[in-house]
């Protein structure tokens, strides 16, 4: 069951600052401590009696800190974080999931954005938040989002540039290329922050139950704050789907990395803007590299003509 | 998981109890949004067959093609008359509430959860929050009043009430709503 959990943000005995990315902060919220703390009201105004109960019957969420941390999907989960939007009160007003797939790139989904763009509100990737309600974002631990690569509202994904190259300290995940191979999955397994709680993962009763060319279904429990989770196949450490949605109460929906990689590949390690890139931040390592330009979209689908898929 | 057994119950099998229940904008949005996927009509009381991938942005929608005979107590008729409709929702768009559609039907999963609408009354598409999302029946009329466009023009009336399938106006006139996307909602003036 669902439950709307009131939290706001205090900023609660930070003393210093906080490097690279706290000047795309709230100045009420710093990113030094080790700890903040998420108490009192969500900003968004809480309904009681609103369920979406997305999970019926048993709840397959298993905490990831009750893994050992030799456990494989334990190392894997290090790579998922929680992005967090926060307004100029320093209240975060809503959240979803994402994936570290570079250095200081982060995938989650279009809509999790306004409107697809940073604009308006304050966007933290903490890859910490692994006990209710404790948000770990010292240095390392957490970034700032400072540039939208690359999106689509259709295929819903959105590419985040980070302040600050967490994926060196957690590693990156990589999106699988291969359709066939993603189609020929039939369980899944994903990390998430549902519910905006602390990491989790699910890894029982996650069939597949359907797909087309770009969308993947299956029966793995999510809920509200699991969007922009990566979708594993259940043996697997490779990206196959970026969860977004449910569907009718029938199952829920993730969009095919196969179908999101023509977007990303420049971007990506080993990438022609991914290497530029690199080499810019070398020749000036006291500035943050710019975000490369956005390759060119790929060819407009024809499949079957829900939407046109070309880059924004 | 989600088995097969609960898979028409993505909000929960009570629908009508909940209307009755809860009071709240969102609740009814979210039971409305429910019932576009589980209520199964008796006979007597359907109308068009629901349609999950029915396209019904088109401003030729016309409620008067609709038969609601003998609509269950709990649901105003207005209210059948949207789900029937298919999936139609209220949301705020520059101070005015809007009639829109939910597209293609499905919860986006971000905290808190959003839908996809188009409105009816242009077709412009985005993502709502389902909070934000109001009906009809969620509407005070002390403190929303209808407006309806004729000849191009939006019309103001200060109040409203259902009657039947068609909505009174504060002048006592009575006027059948031809088309959704001919109506939309304001904030009245306060006192």
């Known amino acids: ?312 | 998981m989600i088995s097969s057994e609960q898979k028409f119950n993505f909000f929960g099998t009570r629908v009508p109890e909940d209307i009755k229940l809860f009071g709240a904008k969102p609740l009814i949005i979210s039971s409305a949004f429910a019932c576009f996927a589980c209520v199964s009509l008796p006979p007597d009381t359907a109308g068009p067959a629901l349609d999950a991938s029915s396209d019904v942005q088109s401003s030729d929608f016309d409620l008067s093609e609709v038969s609601f005979e003998d609509p269950i107590a709990e649901y105003s008729p207005f209210q059948w008359s949207l789900w029937h409709g298919g999936n139609l929702v209220l949301a705020e768009e520059g101070g005015f509430l809007y009639p829109a559609t939910v597209v293609p039907g499905k919860v986006l999963e971000s905290y808190p959860p959003q839908m996809s609408i188009s409105f009816m009354d242009s077709g412009q598409q985005s993502n709502r929050r389902i909070g934000d999302l109001v009906s009809v029946t969620s509407l005070n009329p002390q403190e929303w009043s209808l407006q309806v466009k004729r000849d191009g023009v939006w019309g103001e009336s200060t109040s409203f009430t259902f009657d039947g399938q068609r909505f009174t106006l504060s002048d006592g006139a009575v006027l059948p709503v031809s088309k959704i996307s001919s109506i939309r909602f304001v904030a009245a003036a306060k006192g």
């Open chain 1, 1 to 312: 069951m669902i439950r709307i959990i009131g939290v706001s943000v205090l900023a609660m005995g930070l003393s210093t600052t906080a490097g690279a990315y706290a000047e795309v902060l709230p100045k009420n919220l710093q990113l030094a401590g080790e700890t903040i703390s998420i108490t009192g009201e969500f900003a968004v105004p809480a309904d009681e009696g609103m369920k979406f109960e997305k999970v019926m019957g048993d709840a397959n969420f298993v905490k990831v800190s009750s893994l050992p941390s030799s456990n494989r999907d334990y190392q894997l989960s290090r790579k998922v974080g929680q992005l967090l939007m926060v307004n100029e009160d320093s209240k975060i007003i809503g959240g979803c999931t994402g994936s570290l797939v570079g250095p200081s790139l982060f995938l989650t989904n279009h809509h999790c954005l306004n409107e697809g763009q940073l604009e308006g509100y304050t966007y933290i990737v903490a890859m910490e938040h692994m006990q209710e309600g404790k948000y770990q974002v010292s240095e390392g631990k957490a970034a700032g989002a400072v540039g939208v690569l690359q999106k689509n509202e259709s295929l819903d994904f959105a590419l985040l540039y980070l302040s600050s190259p967490l994926g060196e300290t957690y590693g990156w995940i990589e999106l699988e290329n291969d359709v066939n191979a993603i189609l020929s999955e039939d369980e899944v397994k994903i990390i998430q922050h549902p519910d905006m709680r602390s990491k989790e993962i699910v890894t029982e009763d996650t069939q597949v139950v359907k797909s087309n060319r770009h969308f993947l279904h299956y029966l793995a429990d999510t809920e509200g704050g699991s969007s922009g989770s990566p979708v594993f196949a259940l043996g697997g450490e490779k990206l196959i789907a970026l969860h977004h949605a449910g569907k009718e109460g029938q199952y829920n929906e993730g969009v095919l990395a196969s179908s999101i990689f023509p977007f990303l590949e420049l971007y990506l390690p080993g990438g022609a803007a991914a290497n530029a890139n690199a080499t810019a931040a070398r020749q000036n390592t006291n500035t943050t590299a710019s975000p490369p330009p956005p390759p060119p979209p790929p060819e407009e689908d024809e499949d079957d003509g829900h939407f046109s898929i070309t880059g924004e």
